[in-house]
């Protein structure tokens, strides 16, 4: 049985850090960096006893927008619902009710995102990004 849970202080972070530091999204980052994205966030870890098998979080001024970052799931229990459940908590949550907008960008999960509401990008030409040079240097893009 998973079991989902937002107190910062059960999550491993060196595990957190380890995920997010191999994904496509931020490859390389240091744990600095992991260590302030999770006090800057509401943050869920997902357990199968005391083993952390999956992690969110949600950037949000709990008023108007909130941004869904890191989503990841252990590679041997990915396929058990374990992401829906994620995302799908924070969906729930009462502290994200009311919000006009929630965000996100994936380059693989579209179809889980899709079946929790989320679509693509109904005014595209509407949205900007300003990248660090480092991180567009990583991504191989100009800033």
Same mark, same amino acid.
């Given at each position: 049985?998973? &079991?989902?849970? !937002?107190? +910062?202080?059960?999550? /491993? ?37 005391? &083993? /952390? ?16 970052? !890191? ?8 396929? /058990?619902?374990?992401?829906? +459940? ?8 009462? !502290? ?32 900007? &990004? ?9 991504? +191989?893009?100009?800033?």
């Amino acid at each position: 049985m998973i &079991e989902l849970d !937002d107190d +910062k202080a059960r999550l /491993q972070i060196d595990r957190v850090h380890q995920w997010l530091a191999s994904s496509y999204w931020s490859p390389g980052i240091d744990r600095d960096t992991v260590e302030r994205a999770i006090f800057g966030s509401h943050c869920l870890g997902a357990y199968d006893g005391a &083993e /952390q098998v999956g992690f969110a979080r949600m950037i949000t001024d709990h008023a108007t927008f909130a941004w869904l970052a !890191d989503v990841w799931v252990e590679e041997n229990v990915r396929g /058990q619902g374990i992401g829906h +459940k994620l995302v799908g908590w924070f969906l729930d949550h009462p !502290d994200f009710q009311g919000l006009r907008r929630m965000a996100l960008v994936t380059a693989d999960a579209h179809g889980v995102y899709e079946s929790l509401g989320f679509h693509t990008l109904l005014r595209p030409e509407r949205y900007m &990004e300003r990248l660090s040079s480092d991180f567009a240097q990583m991504l +191989k893009v100009a800033p």
